[in-house]
């Protein structure tokens, strides 16, 4: 039996250790699903993300967003990475893109916030 080491990008383990030190359990359940694999990571496309969310939402996304879809409202979408469509789209449709670090300081109100992960 092979014991698990986590993510080598020390990146990612650096975010991993500041959200799991957050009191929000939000922060806590990203830090869970960063710590899987890559491969197991979600990959959430434009078009999933418009039609679970209302304007103004802020969608979490615990892995990549891919440009798949239309957005037709704007939403401020925080992730580990983006594609390139997927970062157009969502700028075009008058919403925000967002990195994990940059979130974990800027978000205080948790109202409208989703986490999507499949």
């Known amino acids: 039996m092979v014991a698990r080491t986590g ?8 975010l991993i250790d500041l959200l799991d030190k957050q009191e929000k359990p939000l922060w ?3 830090a869970e699903e960063l710590q899987k694999p ?3 990571r979600a990959y959430i496309n434009i078009y ?9 939402d802020i969608v979490i996304v615990p892995g990549k967003v891919l440009g ?7 939403v401020t979408v925080v992730a580990l990475s983006f594609s390139k469509s ?19 300081e800027e978000i205080k109100d948790f ?4 986490l999507m992960k499949q």
């Open 7 to 14: 993510s080598t990008n020390i990146m990612i383990r650096k």
């Open 28 to 30: 806590q359940k990203v």
């Open 38 to 40: 890559s491969r197991k």
């Open 48 to 56: 999933k993300i418009n039609k679970y969310t209302k304007s103004n």
């Open 68 to 74: 798949i879809g239309n957005l037709d409202h704007p």
């Open 86 to 104: 997927a970062k157009e789209k969502i700028e075009k449709s008058g919403g925000k893109v967002m990195s994990l670090y940059k979130a974990v």
């Open 111 to 114: 109202k409208n916030v989703r």
